[in-house]
């Protein structure tokens, strides 16, 4: 019974197990920005590749 009130109070993993939420929060989070901002992304990459499309050209 006492190694089992001494398993119970034993706090040694919880760091680890708050430092992988806040890890995985973080991921998240990115992933979430990353996929917003894909769409401007892409716009940008467009209007830079027309530019240099007509500064090739000679126009």
Request: proline fraction near 0%; aromatic fraction near 10%.
């Amino acid at each position: 019974m006492n190694a089992l009130k001494n398993f119970w109070n034993d706090e040694q993993g919880q760091d680890l197990i708050e430092y992988t939420l806040l890890m995985a929060f973080v991921a998240l989070a990115s992933a979430a920005l990353f996929l917003g901002a894909g769409g401007s992304i892409s716009g940008i990459w467009s209007t830079t590749n027309s530019q240099l499309a007509a500064a090739n050209s000679g126009s």
